[in-house]
């Protein structure tokens, strides 16, 4: 009996991990931290309001991957080299720049992650988050990440209670509903905040690099293209479910007991219908578990598009000398995020939430590049966007800027 | 003002700090920017033959030859009289190469350092009212330069360290721009990727391991049999297929031929049923047969990585004859330490080591000399079991026997290192 069990669980993670392209592996990646965070947060003080935004943003997601995906393919190099290579030094400096510290924040938001995670068993964070910190920067150096990234992946399983538990709180499926198909926003800094949050959170300017830098090291033909839009979609998919679920289940408990989220505690708390008095403990499990995933790849993801595009050597199987500026970066950005976590008395998930916001005030800056490169035919030869793409990316850019622009003057308004 | 014409004028200039040059006519009147500037390669170090305009207002920018140019002065071009009726559409030619569209930001082989390096800059020299590339900037100054950040840096590394980051221009001998355009996939470029082939063809392997997948068969193509089969040999094994696949059967055929047998069947191995048929269809005999035989051996066994490149002898020779057949050898060995005696049948009977030509009296035979207590493995024996064979020995190969005891092969030392570390 013991043995079958363990037996069909085996066959599941082997057809997981079978399937698993960069498509899902980014998607799963992408709930990070900050998603957990930002998701927990929409749902336990928007309630069911703001799920409708679900759907735009899963559109332009799967949009957005499929052409960073094509063009991976299609040129066979990463973002940051194609940025170089057509906009020259001065833009490509400036731009990673931006990229650099917007990154800073979400590998901030991933320690931020380890030590409330880890706060809940009472561990404090001057512990969790050196020794979290030095097993990244170890697991990187010493090449194991590779071995690990499948367990990582398996723990991610971890979001299915979320679905359990949304079930079991019995949410009220008309307010779901509507929530979806009548969309509901007031313009309030808070509210716009929240919802560049979501786009940031889902749509991050780092996964549009890393997404392409790993079709690219898959060495996927373009023949072989229409499976990697399988696996994109299908990521974006899965991402979409588990945000729902997770905004769901925290409108369905956080927001109907009216808790706000400041503390994992608190966000934990949407477990409760699943795991009862054990809902703590589950949901610090899942959180750093993402929360290391996030941080072992974002850094990395990070030093290596930096040194690509500058034309600095760069890759884990190089030794420090021959690669100083990509292990320099590297390690800087996971000892000073980690250190940064650890002033006294910073607030953990408000600076978890504000990392997403600034990701997706950042996005349409990536975005048009993106959009800029894809148009150009010497480039994508037949493989240049269609009109309805397009239309689409271009739109998410407008909508973007309009809300960052809207933020900013709700906030000076305020 | 720098007249171009103005015999023993010297003066080195970045690419950098002429792009977007006001370009001027003999009336003083501007008439555009320089966007770009055609080299025709070939030369050691090369000519700029074109400037490339954007005229005010036009759309799409027009050449012009260099020899309309009156001066440079600062960030001015002058033109020379009437020069501006001379634009025209820019032609490319084979052997020529745009700066700005196919070099500068882009990634080029430094092959002093056996390395893919991102052009910072081009330095320009002018001189006898020619202007030449001179060297290209690999380094971080390049950066900062461009980023007009220098003199700051500069300043700032004085004050706290009395450091300044060097200089790291490479002289254009070394440097081998991978221009690839795409309307030019199809000409030959063995005269502009001439530089590659003075690296070994282990570092070359490197560098196509670095290179996105259109260069990659770019380069590849472009090496001669010889050094392309040597090179192969060292690619990681996901990319030899893929190098493989890129290149014509013919051409394909031919690599696998230069390849060591072993290597060359553990890559046909990786490839499709069709494709290795196809190779077979346009191999040579002997080496069809050779590579057919290894192929018919399972993977991990002794025989998927024996290698038929060893010298044997009949039991009935002398040292004498023995190192006159050593003499006659032409084709590859793998190892010169064994060499392998055997009878009439080809059954193995002894065998020999280098050292016993070099120390026995001409007139020796052989069957007195040779070692008769042999180790050896049959091919289906495991990899594993080969390895504790050379842990156990010590030897640098191993003779490998069918059956009946006839020697149908050799293991080297590096051959069952390398099936037990694939990265080896």
Redesign the interface.
Known sequence: MRRGFFKTRWKILLIFLAVAGPGIITSNVDNDAGGIATYSMAGAHFGYTLLWSLIPIMIALVIIQEMSARMGVV???GLSDLI??RF???I??YLLLALVLTNFGNVIAEFAGVASSLEIFNIPKFVSVPIGAFLVWLLVVKGTYRSVEKVFLFACLFYVTYIISGFLAQPDWGAVRDGFIAPKFELSTGSLGMLIALVGTTIAPWMQFYLQSAV?EK?IKVRDYKHSRLDIILGSLIVTLVAGFIILTCAATLFKAGIRVETAKDAALALEPLAGKYCSVLFAFGLLNASLFAASILPLSTAFVVCEG??W?NGVNKKFSEAPQFYGLYSLLIFLGAGIVLLPGIPLFPVIYISQVINGIVLPLILIFILILINDK?LM?EYVNKGVYNFISWGTVIILIGLSIALLASMLGA | MKDMQEVGLKMFLFFSELLGCSVIDSKDEPIGKLVDMKVKLGELFPKVVTLRIKLRGKKSPLALDWSEIQSLNGNIISLKPDAEKKLKPLELNEGEILLKEEL????AVDTYGA?I????DIHLLIADGELRIVHVD?GLRG?FR??GWIKIIDFLTNWFFAYQFPEKMISWKYVQPLASD?QKKNLKLNVTLRKLHELHPSELADIIEEL???KRSTVFKSLDLQTAAETLEEVDP??QV?LIESATEEQASDILEEMAPDEAADLLADLTEEKKRKLFQTMEKPHREELEELLRFKEGTAGSIMTKDFISIQEDKTIGEAIEEFRKTTHPLETTTYLYVIDKENHLVGVLTLRHLLLCVNEAPLSKLMNIHLIKVKPEEGVEEVAEIFKKYKFMAIPVVDKDERLTGIITLRDAVESKYKEF
Do not use: A, Y
Request: charged content about 40%; glycine content about 10%; overall charge positive.
């Open positions: 040129t066979g190099k170089r290579e020259g030094v001065r490509t400096f690219v060495n500058m034309g050597e010497k030869g | 500068l930001d882009k990634q390395k390096e991102r052009v910072n690999f950066i461009r980023l795409p996105d997948q259109e996901k990319l893929s």
